[in-house]
């Protein structure tokens, strides 16, 4: 592999805006998936890479977001957030895949397969535009259903809580970028690629 480090990749760009960190991370995208950027970036990118899209994710759209529309973030948000020292958020999210209180694996589902969990998680109601398919989801009686909108939403909105004021637009430390660009500042001398 390349010997790049971080800093040759950011070209003396300043870490402390918001065009360094989306630069950065948009270097990252350009491997591809997840799985393909874990195999060739340094554990420092990744980790980077992963804190800010969940930060800037949850800037625009909330956890929901993250969780329904970048489920393939999911395993790797809690290592991230102890990685880069929001402990806070790391614990939060420890458990974060099982968010979807059902006995199914939502990795291994394709798109349309999980809007259909998503749907049924968030109690939207059988109709015109959604209709209960899976077999897995058909056997759940209407209150336990209820009980699993609760839960799902219970989660969602602890960790909106324990966000907002971290990572929202008017929130201190660099409207919530100031973590990222101290880890980018501690690493800019690693290598960007494994």
Same mark, same amino acid.
């Given at each position: 592999?390349?010997?790049?480090?971080?800093?040759?990749?950011?070209?003396?760009? %300043?870490?402390?805006?918001? /065009? $360094?960190?989306?630069?950065?991370?948009?270097?990252?995208?350009?491997?591809?998936?997840?799985?393909?950027?874990? !195999?060739?970036?340094? %554990?420092?990118?990744?980790?980077?890479?992963?804190?800010?899209?969940?930060?800037?994710?949850?800037?625009?759209?909330?956890?929901?977001?993250?969780?329904?529309?970048?489920? !393939?973030?999911?395993?790797?948000? &809690?290592?991230?957030?102890?990685?880069?020292?929001?402990?806070?958020?790391?614990?939060?999210?420890?458990?974060?895949?099982?968010?979807?209180?059902?006995?199914?694996?939502?990795?291994?589902?394709?798109?349309?397969?999980?809007?259909?969990?998503?749907?049924?998680?968030?109690?939207?109601?059988?109709?015109?535009?959604?209709?209960?398919?899976?077999?897995?989801? !058909?056997?759940?009686? &209407?209150?336990?259903?209820?009980?699993?909108?609760?839960?799902?939403?219970?989660?969602?909105?602890?960790?909106?809580?324990?966000?907002?004021?971290?990572?929202?637009?008017? &929130?201190?430390?660099? $409207?919530?970028?100031?973590?990222?660009?101290?880890?980018?500042? !501690?690493?800019?001398? /690693?290598?960007?690629?494994?």
């Amino acid at each position: 592999m390349k010997t790049e480090k971080i800093s040759d990749v950011l070209q003396g760009m %300043d870490v402390n805006t918001e /065009d $360094a960190i989306v630069a950065l991370s948009d270097k990252v995208w350009e491997i591809g998936e997840l799985s393909e950027i874990k !195999k060739q970036v340094s %554990d420092t990118v990744f980790t980077f890479h992963i804190v800010a899209n969940v930060i800037g994710i949850c800037k625009g759209d909330g956890w929901q977001a993250i969780i329904e529309e970048n489920t !393939k973030l999911l395993p790797y948000i &809690s290592h991230a957030m102890y990685e880069i020292g929001l402990d806070k958020i790391g614990e939060a999210t420890e458990n974060i895949e099982q968010i979807f209180p059902l006995n199914i694996d939502v990795f291994a589902l394709d798109e349309d397969r999980l809007c259909e969990v998503v749907n049924f998680v968030r109690g939207s109601r059988e109709g015109k535009y959604f209709t209960i398919t899976m077999e897995e989801l !058909k056997g759940y009686t &209407s209150e336990e259903r209820k009980q699993i909108t609760a839960k799902y939403s219970e989660v969602c909105e602890k960790l909106e809580d324990a966000t907002e004021n971290m990572w929202g637009y008017n &929130s201190p430390d660099n $409207a919530g970028w100031g973590v990222v660009s101290r880890y980018l500042e !501690k690493h800019m001398q /690693d290598n960007f690629w494994k």
